[in-house]
Structures are given as structure tokens and as C-alpha cells.
């Protein structure tokens, strides 16, 4: 358990309130593709998979964004952590983040194009979550001091792990990267608890 309490701990996930997509403790769940289906039903493909073990769907990718980050440079950032890792994108169950960047454009464009649901979480959530590297621009900027990996092992749910640390890109100009990624896993759907 990493001191998650509330109506969500235990559960893996923030429970249903009646209103499609948003859970109670300040989770919501925003679905990639179902936002913008085309009238003919019809879906873009998913991006490319990386060669990687395949695995029971587990995976959390929780992402910390600055404002104006683009969804291919989000999307290339989880390639990469996930292909560096080992790790197949078929296996990402959701990603995540904290509420204030809920309508970011290249979040939800990430989500979209991935079709995978983007849930968020309250800032005073993601803060009680335990991390290894905590930071004090998030906390100035969101209030919290992590996003990523805490969105990632709250998305995870109670038994999460995280598998990978938050990492973001190297900047190629001397300013701060726009964006980080961390990937945490949970226990696949059908599994016992871990011991």
C-alpha cells in the first residue's frame, strides 16, 4: 500500500459516480477515440508497437506536462521510455495525470491518437502518494511534488510498482523539458493479490 485512502484505495481504480468518466476523490477518465468516433464508426490505427515482451494489459504511464506540449512529442516520450524499458505499448492500460492539466491539448491528442483513456487525479491525491523523486516545480506549478510517477502508481492502483522512474526527454536547448513520463505497474485484470 503506498497511503492512498479513500473512496478509490483498494480498488484500482476511482469508483463510478453515475457520471460517465469521472470517479470521486478527483479522479476522472477522459476515453481517447470514443470523444471524436467517426460518423461511419470507423477508428485510426493505433501508433506503431515496439518489439517488447508481450504482457497482460498492467501498465500506468503517468505524464507531467508543461503547458503547450505537443501529443507527438508526448507519444514519442512513451515510446521511448516503454521500448527502453522493455515494455509494449499493448500492455498500458491508461495514462495519467493531475486534474490541472485535464483539458491540455497534447495530452488529450496523446490519449486520442493511442485510444487509451487519460484519467486525472486532485493534486492533494498525487501528493499523498510516496515517491522517489519528488520535485518543487511541480508543487510551485500544480501542487503537488510529483506528477508522473504519482499519477502513474495512483492509476496502478493499491498494489502499483513503479517499474519505471519519471524520465523526460534531454533538451536540446538548455530549457527544461515540457514533459515527463513514469510507468507503473498494477495487477492484471483476473489476478490475485501480489505477495
Given at each position: 500500500?503506498?497511503?492512498?485512502?479513500?473512496?478509490?484505495?483498494?480498488t484500482g481504480h476511482p469508483p463510478a459516480t453515475g457520471v460517465p468518466g469521472k470517479g470521486v476523490g478527483g479522479g476522472a477518465e477522459v476515453r481517447g477515440r470514443e470523444r471524436?468516433?467517426?460518423a461511419d464508426g470507423s477508428r485510426e490505427a493505433a501508433a506503431p508497437e515496439k518489439a517488447a515482451a508481450p504482457r497482460p494489459p498492467s501498465l500506468a504511464v503517468?505524464?507531467?506536462?508543461?503547458?503547450?506540449?505537443?501529443?507527438?512529442?508526448?507519444i514519442a516520450l512513451i515510446e521511448r521510455t516503454l521500448a527502453g524499458a522493455g515494455l509494449s505499448l499493448r500492455s498500458v492500460t491508461a495514462l495519467a495525470t493531475v486534474d490541472a492539466k485535464a483539458g491540455e491539448p497534447g495530452l488529450l491528442a496523446a490519449a486520442?491518437?493511442?485510444?487509451?483513456?487519460?484519467?486525472?487525479y486532485a493534486a492533494d491525491v498525487l501528493a499523498a502518494v510516496?515517491?522517489?523523486?519528488?520535485s518543487g516545480a511541480p508543487q510551485t506549478a500544480v501542487g503537488t511534488p510529483s506528477?508522473?510517477?504519482?499519477?502513474?502508481?495512483?492509476?496502478?492502483?493499491e498494489d502499483g510498482r513503479l517499474v519505471v522512474p519519471k524520465s523526460k526527454p534531454?533538451?536540446?536547448?538548455?530549457?527544461?523539458?515540457?514533459?515527463?513520463?513514469?510507468?507503473?505497474r498494477g495487477r492484471p485484470p483476473g489476478r490475485g493479490r501480489r505477495s
Open positions: 500500500m503506498r497511503g492512498l485512502s479513500g473512496a478509490g484505495a483498494g471524436n468516433r467517426e503517468g505524464i507531467g506536462a508543461g503547458r503547450g506540449v505537443g501529443g507527438d512529442e508526448v486520442d491518437r493511442l485510444d487509451l483513456p487519460l484519467r486525472t510516496d515517491v522517489p523523486n519528488p506528477v508522473a510517477e504519482a499519477a502513474a502508481l495512483t492509476a496502478a492502483g534531454a533538451p536540446l536547448d538548455g530549457t527544461p523539458a515540457p514533459v515527463t513520463v513514469a510507468v507503473a
